[in-house]
Every structure is written in C-alpha cells, then in structure tokens.
Nanobody, 126 residues
Framework: QVQLVESGGGLVQPGGSLTLSCRASGRSLSSYAAAWFRQAPGTEREFVAAVDAAGGNTDYTASVKGRFTINRDNTNNLVSLQMNSLKPEDSGVYYC???????????????????WGQGTQVTVSS
C-alpha cells in the first residue's frame, strides 16, 4: 500500500502562487492515478485536479482551469499542484489521493480513491 504525505501549504495573498507536493512512499506511484481534493470548513470535499498513472491525461474542476497545473514525477514518486492567481475561495485543506490503476482512468469523485494523505492547509487572504 502506498502512503501519501502532502506539503507546501501556507498563507498567501490573493493573486499569489503556491506549489503543493505529494510524496509517496511504500510503493511506486507509477501505477496509481492521483488527484488533489480540497475542503473548506463546513463544506464537502471537492475535486480539484487529477492525473492518470502515466501522466498523459489530466482533468480539472472548472474553477481552477487555467490557474492550476497538476504534474507527476514518477521517478521521484511525486505529484505536485502548481496554483497561480489564487483567490480567497481557493482556501481550504488540500488532500492528495491515489488509486492503483492500469488504465488511463482517473476519478473525479472522492470515493474512487482509496489512499489519502493527511492534508495541507492553504489560506488565501490579504
């Protein structure tokens, strides 16, 4: 079973940038689809971005398209989320998720993923 640890969260002003990292251990991440979800207080966890195991396909929720980029480095067992032009509504706890997948499929629903990190807080505020 793979374990995931997120890092890179923090406080940033509106319009700023942050890069989140998700480092995997225990097994190679190269056969896992991966995704980022976020959750603000009092709301449900929502899909942000996903990438298939090979890294050739990505998907984003509409509100972050053009601002966020998900990347993976299978050599270093790493998935990152580059976030630009951040808005206050991007604030929340960001979670990395993964699921073993030998296809190009990548889920956009939280129940599809069976491995989760502990989350990292992102706060966008002036």
């Amino acid at each position: 079973q793979v374990q995931l640890v997120e890092s890179g969260g923090g406080l940033v002003q509106p319009g700023g940038s942050l890069t989140l990292s998700c480092r995997a251990s225990g097994r190679s991440l190269s056969s896992y689809a991966a995704a980022w979800f976020r959750q603000a207080p009092g709301t449900e966890r929502e899909f942000v971005a996903a990438v298939d195991a090979a890294g050739g396909n990505t998907d984003y929720t509409a509100s972050v398209k053009g601002r966020f980029t998900i990347n993976r480095d299978n050599t270093n067992n790493l998935v990152s989320l580059q976030m630009n032009s951040l808005k206050p509504e991007d604030s929340g706890v960001y979670y990395c998720a993964a699921r073993y997948s030998t296809t190009h499929h990548m889920g956009v629903l939280s129940w599809w993923y069976n491995t989760w990190g502990q989350g990292t807080q992102v706060t966008v505020s002036s």
